[in-house]
């Protein structure tokens, strides 16, 4: 098959951009017509077509790839293959960058063993220096020692000489797990592949020390002028699921987003800052594109960082552009999935010359047709198709529909070397690779600045993560000003308040006045001062109590993952603790560095206002210091001095204070334990000081799983656990919420009740998923019927029939569109707390509150407590996979996978379904098929990973997911039950799956 060549396709490049100065017509095809003004010496990968290229896969590899120099950046210069003796054609290289001066490069490069003496058939980082022998003479060596099973990528340069920033799966240190201690690979939150995260190490490949610490990768670091580092990380919490841009310190301290948790786009990749002293000083060039099907290609997109924070949200009052990023080619290319009918860009490098350019990968638009299917499909610029043509493939059509189509968006891009330049808008051709391959991450050989760590922002910055004294080993500080200090969604105000929150007279929980900072963008912001004053009724309805800290337990590849974890996009977690938050919404804590935490604000029942849906660290000894909960990221905190410095004539004066601290500050340096989190949610008033005048305090509150006591301080043993309580913070479905269900009530045990098929089941019997029914029953919504038919209501979604279904009693739905406390919009929640939270209509509707027997007395206390923990959580069956029976097999081999299996779910599952989608702004579309745990990308090592996770029973092949979902009707369970299984039992593709997995017997 003959693939359009990026040389001669100018012609169907004038849309998007003239290929040459004067009118648009047709170019010239000889090269030396292509030269690019002000020239400039490059270098760019060579890499094998059939390369699998996507965000979620962080070390893709093909056999074929090389360093390429081209002195000028020019199409008709020559070209020299700096790597050609190391990898012979059967390596691969990747994510070159030059060094400040543009006499070396560093860059990730995977040759076989037995290729050369250095070549260790892992991904390394390697040096080119040009510093005496210019670039057909330099040396080349290698820097780090990857050898089995880990992978070097993504290198950068530090400034000063101190060495380099790279991304690396190596997981040296130990993972601690909930039931003990053990060293394993921690897979990312598809359970697919090692995740990736920063490293840094001096200029000799030496004192290798890890700084971040997500579950998914974090990619494409470089280094900021101000000396930050700047890189794209794979949120990737429950629904939210995308690549945004991120910075932090060379040490690993103050991490924090740069742009674009909340802005439009799913993932952000190669992000890089222009030229500080041309026309776009303080904007960012990215590559913005969809989680996957793109080979890594999308939109070309201009971020002013500078002045934004959000899209839509400008840093200052003073700002008077209106929207933060803009997309600078002529014609408008696509950053989501389908057909980009003027073609898509790829790893953007501004150049530093003044020029304002950008080097970047392009690949035109081109698909496969044919006339009939008599006829061989033939490789067609979309340039040459119909307005009919190019409608046919913006309409989304079922996998069996578009394979046998008669014009397919199935061709690989074949990525070249193009000059940009923003102001001409031209798109000018610099290097076309040869057929086979495809040429990315070009990169400038020229001097530029080099940052300086010690600039004034940088010292800002490091001010806030200074060390903190007297923290205990391993422990970091986490100080919040205050949770009502909230962005523009309201995340800790009104739009997470429900009608319980505004009982007892509490009509206005939060109160409100205008901003006093001039900078502050918001309309209106927390009224801390009445929050904080006992003389005020707004004291006693301050809704945040408490702060709930969990950490990520990692996944791990293995048998039974998927079933072990159940039916929640949210992946394990363990409870570290709670602590109290002050009236003025501070709280202060010290919390295990250098694990991924998520911390979430809780009601006086134990439940969460939100869900945190993105990973926070704190290194050993950081003092990490917020404005408030989902702050902004500009301007003056709202617990300012002024504000902290105020003390209302209500408050006691027996805490000693300094000046500019909040209460909790106040508080905990004064009774340095509370600190420490606990277990336990405790609350006694010791602000309000009774011999004043509006000194009333607050009713205390005694929330534990044992040992409660009453506000007036005597033992409440109604109100303790009767069942097993968690321990270490683990909460599994099993252990600790079936018996809630199953605890002798007398007559209004759940179980008597609540005990067939034809009601909620709660019973403790096994489904045939092998978890607990009353578990499936939860967590998943009976079928919609039409009441005028009386059959289940089907509609077509991604081409397919889809079986509408009712909500679910447990809603663990979250992402950045909707980030709600779980238990706060599940209506088991409000059934059984006798509470109106924040549940949608259809849900009341759906399930109403029973008459028959008031469902409110039925749980006390600490089980509403432990029944939200497993909600907020995510709902997950088990949070320690160990305790779930997650086990290795070693008799499933991969080679055998890539030999047999592989490929079958590739053309079945992969076709259609099963591939990673990201996560947008608002609810996600409902029942689009690809929105699954079963991700498939064609990568070998993940596709294998994820499959294991699908399989919990080698001795009986038909028992486990991976057979038992496709070849039962319906497939998957939303699908219409007319639709024919996908992999019928007894087919040939369904023996030689169940062949494999009994090789494991």
Not at 177 to 200: C, I, Q
Request: proline share 8%.
């Amino acid at each position: 098959m003959k693939i359009f060549r990026p040389l001669f396709v100018c012609l169907f490049l004038l849309a998007l951009a003239a290929c040459g100065a004067g009118e648009k017509s047709e170019p010239s095809h000889d090269p030396d017509t292509l030269t690019v003004q002000g020239d400039v010496p490059i270098a760019y990968v060579k890499r094998a077509s059939s390369i699998n290229l996507n965000p979620t896969t962080g070390v893709s590899f093909a056999p074929g790839g090389d360093l390429i120099i081209r002195e000028k950046s020019s199409a008709s210069a020559a070209e020299f293959n700096v790597t050609q003796a190391y990898t012979q054609g059967k390596g691969d290289v990747s994510d070159p960058e030059a060094s400040y001066d543009g006499k070396k490069i560093v860059f990730a490069m995977n040759c076989p063993v037995g290729n050369h003496a250095d070549c260790t058939g892992r991904w390394n980082i390697w040096e080119y220096d040009m510093s005496t022998g210019g670039p057909r003479g330099g040396s080349l060596k290698r820097l780090t020692n990857s050898t089995t099973g880990d992978d070097d990528v993504d290198p950068a340069y530090l400034p000063a000489g101190a060495g380099f920033v790279f991304a690396s799966n190596r997981q040296r240190a130990t993972v601690d797990l909930p039931s003990g201690t053990d060293t394993y690979a921690a897979l990312d939150e598809y359970e697919r592949e090692k995740v990736l995260n920063l490293y840094t190490m001096d200029a000799k490949g030496g004192a290798i020390t890890q700084i971040s610490v997500n579950q998914s990768h974090d990619r494409n670091p470089v280094v900021l002028m101000d000396g930050d580092i700047m890189f794209s990380r794979w949120d990737h919490v429950g629904g939210r699921n995308h690549f945004k841009i991120f910075t932090v310190r060379p040490d690993g301290t103050n991490m924090f987003i740069r742009y674009g948790a909340h802005s439009e786009g799913n993932s952000f990749l190669h992000p890089r800052e222009m030229d500080t002293t041309g026309a776009f000083k303080g904007y960012l060039a990215s590559d913005l594109m969809p989680l996957s099907g793109t080979h890594e290609g999308g939109a070309l997109v201009f971020v002013d960082a500078a002045n934004f924070s959000e899209q839509d949200t400008p840093a200052t009052s003073k700002v008077k552009a209106t929207s933060g990023q803009s997309y600078p080619t002529e014609k408008a290319l696509e950053f989501q999935r389908g057909l980009s009918r003027w073609g898509r860009i790829t790893t953007p490098y501004p150049l530093w010359d003044g020029s304002n350019r950008v080097l970047l990968s392009f690949a035109p638009c081109q698909v496969n047709k044919r006339a009939s299917s008599a006829e061989a499909y033939v490789v067609t610029p979309c340039a040459n198709l119909s307005e009919a043509e190019l409608k046919a493939l913006g309409d989304e059509m079922s996998p069996a529909a578009e394979a046998t189509a008669n014009i397919r968006d199935n061709v690989p891009p074949v990525y070249a070397v193009y000059m940009f330049d923003p102001a001409k808008k031209t798109l000018l051709i610099v290097a076309a690779p040869p057929e086979g391959f495809i040429y990315t991450d070009p990169i400038a050989l020229q001097p530029r600045p080099e940052p300086n760590p010690s600039s004034t922002a940088a010292s800002a910055r490091r001010a806030l993560a200074a060390g903190s004294a007297n923290l205990p080993p391993g422990m970091g500080l986490l100080s919040v000003r205050s949770v009502y200090d909230t962005d523009g969604l309201g995340r800790m105000g009104d739009p997470v308040l429900a009608e319980a929150d505004r009982a007892n007279g509490c009509t206005t929980p939060i109160p409100t006045i205008p901003p006093t900072d001039p900078d502050d963008t918001r309309k209106q912001v927390a009224d801390l001062l009445s929050l904080k004053d006992p003389a005020k009724p707004a004291y006693y309805c301050g809704p945040a109590r408490f702060v709930r800290v969990v950490r990520a337990v990692p996944p791990k590849g293995g048998m039974g993952t998927r079933e072990a974890i159940g039916e929640t996009d949210f992946e394990p977690q363990q409870i570290l603790g709670y602590a109290p938050i002050e009236p003025d919404g501070s709280f202060q804590i010290q919390v295990p560095g250098d694990v991924p935490l998520a911390v979430a604000v809780i009601d006086e029942a134990g439940r969460a206002f939100q869900t945190h849906t993105n990973w926070i660290q704190v290194r050993p000894g950081e003092t990490r210091t917020c404005d408030g909960c989902h702050s902004p990221r500009r301007g003056a905190a709202l617990n300012s001095s002024t504000i902290k410095d105020t003390v209302p004539a209500a408050l006691t004066s027996s805490f000693p204070r300094s000046s500019g601290e909040t209460m909790a500050q106040t508080r905990t340096n004064n009774v340095a334990g509370l600190l420490s989190l606990s277990m336990d949610l405790a609350y006694s008033d010791v602000w309000a000081d009774p011999a004043k005048t509006g000194g009333r305090k607050r009713a205390s509150l005694s929330l534990s799983y044992t040992g409660n006591t009453t506000p007036d301080g005597k033992p409440d043993p109604a109100n303790d656990l009767a069942t097993p309580v968690p321990t270490k913070g683990i909460v599994n479905y099993p252990d600790h919420i079936q018996p809630l269900w199953s605890r002798d009530r007398g007559a209004n045990t759940c179980t008597s009740c609540h005990n067939s098929a034809a009601k909620l089941d709660l019973s403790g019997t096994r489904a045939g998923t092998g978890r607990l029914v009353s578990y499936e029953r939860l967590m998943q919504g009976d079928p919609k019927i039409d009441p005028a038919t009386g059959l289940p209501v089907v509609r077509v979604v991604d081409g397919e029939a889809r079986l509408e279904r009712l909500p679910a009693l447990v809603n663990t739905d979250a992402s950045e569109g909707d980030a709600l406390g779980l238990a706060r919009k599940s209506r088991l929640m409000e059934i059984l707390s006798g509470q109106a939270l924040k549940v949608g209509s259809e849900e009341r509707k759906t399930y109403p509150t029973p008459t028959t027997l008031d469902h409110s007395k039925l749980l006390n206390k600490a089980e509403l407590r432990l029944l939200a923990e497993f909600m907020d959580l995510g709902g997950k069956y088990y949070n320690d996979l160990s305790a779930g029976g997650v086990k290795q097999v070693a008799k499933l081999t991969q080679r055998a996978f890539e030999a047999t299996v592989h490929p079958i779910l590739m053309s079945t599952c992969a076709a259609g379904c099963h591939q990673p989608v990201g996560s947008a702004n608002g609810a996600a579309p409902a029942g689009n098929f690809r929105k699954n745990r079963f991700v498939l990308t064609g990568s070998a090592d993940g596709d294998f990973n994820v499959t294991l996770s699908m399989i919990s029973n080698v001795c009986a092949p038909p028992s486990n997911y991976l057979l038992s979902r496709p070849s039962t009707v319906p497939h998957p369970a939303a699908a219409s039950a007319s639709a024919p299984a996908v992999l019928p039992a007894g087919s040939t593709n369904y023996n030689v799956i169940a062949a494999w997995i009994a090789g494991g017997c």
